[in-house]
């Protein structure tokens, strides 16, 4: 049963922002061309309509057909939400290359239905114990980004296997080992490759030049054509290493010192890994964070990812507003959004880091101080900037930092699933920019999420808190999202990639669905947009070109300076309903929702 085709209208969100401009955007990692998914190439994507999806017992979203139907099998054999996210994660690594896999990290949210808790694990990549502070700087100036992009010395220790087997000590149903079997056998038997994987492919002039990456994507340098079936032995032996050894197989021994030798052997770029930060990682749990917005509880994760704090400081800031009252994407509610976003980005800016390394402001969340900041919002004009506020707990050396200037792009990708249990699985998971640091390795890529540190250590004298140090875990944006009734019963989930933007994405998500009782695949499908710190940016997406219009017209008159342009998003969300579940996919990648 499928319920009508999404909505067209669109809802406020997107706003963020920073006591400075966010830079530019970047050129790709060649002069003509490159592999940034932060703007969607032409060709890699569409927008398809899309019917919500509706299931009465489980449920899984991904962004890709195979990972989504590889977590499904899981869930019909029995299996747990966390076995069958594990199983999309190792699907994903092989037929979503670009974005995520094991050569990086994720976070994953998981709610228990029956004792109604709420964990998170950290699966972040550390810097390894030989970086320094200035290891991206030259010459006393910032390295050019892709200049610190391509090469070993951006890639930090992959964190998602062990943060896959961690939950799955804890969560699991299924052997581990037969979690691997999906992944293996379209490692073996071949996938087809997909219309956006090509495009990105195209647009990269760096991968084809650099082995073994050429001769598995290329063909006299040139992508292999649409539909051609990829088979990737070397990747199903990882698998069925670390399937029957466990996660140990990747981090000890030959995988361990291939992943070391490519990254330090890299010939203009060479990293700092060791085996020694190899066997080192520890993926860990961590509190989830949680607040009240118009009677919801909405959870996510803690630093070092800002994207749970920092969404939620922007539903604070917003809770004042009767948004209900607003239509949805009506051009005040874009405005509210965006003002808000400058502000909690600001705080973001200037405060979040890796927690085992900085302490963080105790009030950031305080609903006073949320209160108080939601006063600078303005519904008649807009602020040309937001400076951090001082919330409570504020330290003389917190108050004392100086804003980062890290410059945070794509690869990400997103997993939601809702077992027959009822427990559930928000995981969002990364190699930064599109190909990573375009190092591959028995059969899959390294990121490069070391270039999410601040390239400025300090400034004038004062120290940045998400600069550069040895096993520091670097800031990020992702946000996987679990929202819970008063009785602490799930909800809602969502998450989205997309870098620096995936904060807003999530938000104005989460406003469509709470506030406007928008369906899942409907929130998901509204245009997005946002404020970084510098110009109000709203996404042009066919079908939209008069509310654009009118938008554009309605945010200039409040001051907003305005940029118009793609915004590849990625979400996922499942809702609980009476009935069962109903989930949506980006309509704007590749995804797919199923259930039963």
């Not at 809802?11 to 990692?29: N, R």
């Amino acid at each position: 049963m499928r319920s009508p085709s999404l909505l067209t209208l669109v809802l406020l969100l997107s706003g963020c922002s920073a006591p400075k401009p966010p830079p530019p955007e970047l050129p790709p990692p060649s002069a003509s061309s490159g592999s940034k998914e932060d703007i969607a190439p032409e060709g890699a994507t569409g927008f398809t309509d899309r019917d919500t999806v509706t299931s009465g017992h489980f449920m899984v979203a991904t962004a890709n057909p195979y990972a989504t139907k590889a977590g499904l099998a899981m869930l019909e054999r029995g299996g747990s939400a966390v076995d069958a996210a594990i199983s999309a994660a190792l699907v994903l690594t092989l037929v979503e290359p670009q974005s995520s896999g094991i050569g990086g990290g994720a976070f994953m949210l998981h709610h228990d239905a029956e004792h109604r808790r709420l964990r998170a694990y950290d699966g972040r990549e550390t810097a390894p114990a030989a970086a320094t502070p200035e290891m991206f700087m030259k010459g006393g100036k910032p390295k050019d980004f892709f200049d610190a992009v391509i090469g070993g010395l951006s890639v930090g220790v992959p964190g998602q296997l062990r943060m896959l087997e961690l939950a799955h000590d804890r969560e699991g149903k299924i052997a581990w080992k037969d979690l691997f079997t999906p992944a293996i056998e379209l490692c073996e038997k071949g996938f087809e490759l997909s219309p956006r994987l090509r495009a990105l492919l195209a647009r990269d002039t760096i991968l084809p030049t650099l082995e073994p990456a050429a001769s598995y994507f290329y063909r006299h340098g040139k992508p292999k054509p649409v539909g051609t079936m990829l088979k990737n032995p070397e990747l199903a032996q990882v698998y069925r290493q670390v399937a029957e050894r466990g996660a140990n197989a990747f981090y000890e021994g030959p995988i361990a010192d291939a992943i070391v030798a490519a990254a330090r052997g890299h010939e203009k770029n060479p990293g700092r890994l060791s085996p020694d930060d190899m066997t080192a990682y520890e993926a860990k749990e961590r509190d989830a964070i949680c607040m009240d917005y118009r009677g919801h509880q909405v959870c996510g994760m803690p630093p070092p990812t800002s994207g749970g704090i920092t969404t939620l400081q922007i539903l604070g800031l917003l809770e004042r507003f009767d948004l209900k009252a607003e239509e949805a994407g009506s051009p005040l509610e874009v405005h509210l959004f965006a003002e808000a976003g400058r502000l909690a980005y600001a705080d973001r800016g200037r405060y979040l880091a890796d927690p085992d390394f900085v302490t963080l402001p105790t009030g950031l969340l305080d609903d006073g101080y949320l209160a108080a900041r939601s006063q600078l919002i303005s519904p008649e004009r807009a602020m040309t900037e937001a400076e951090p506020g001082e919330p409570p707990g504020l330290s003389g050396e917190q108050a004392a930092w100086a804003d980062d200037d890290a410059i945070e792009l794509p690869s990400t990708s997103h997993v939601v699933v809702v077992d027959g249990e009822g427990d559930v699985v928000s995981m969002t998971a990364s190699i930064e920019t599109a190909f990573g640091a375009h190092v591959m390795v028995k059969g899959f890529l390294l990121n490069n999420e070391l270039t999410d540190f601040s390239f400025t250590p300090e400034q004038d004298g004062r120290k940045v808190a998400n600069r550069v140090e040895p096993g520091k875990r670097p800031r990020s944006s992702m946000a996987p999202i679990i929202v819970r009734d008063g009785e602490g019963r799930f909800s809602l989930a969502v998450g989205s990639p997309g870098g620096s933007r995936i904060i807003p994405y999530v938000a104005r998500t989460l406003i469509g669905i709470l506030d406007h009782g928008l369906d899942p695949q409907a929130a998901i499908a509204r245009p997005n947009f946002g404020n970084r710190g510098g110009p109000t940016e709203i996404e042009r997406l066919p079908g939209q070109e008069a509310w654009v219009s009118a938008t554009e017209a309605a945010l200039k008159a409040k001051g907003h300076t305005v940029k118009i342009g793609d915004m590849n998003s990625g979400l996922q969300a499942i809702q609980r309903t009476d009935e069962g579940y109903r989930g949506g996919a980006d309509p704007r990648r590749e995804g797919l929702v199923m259930g039963e």
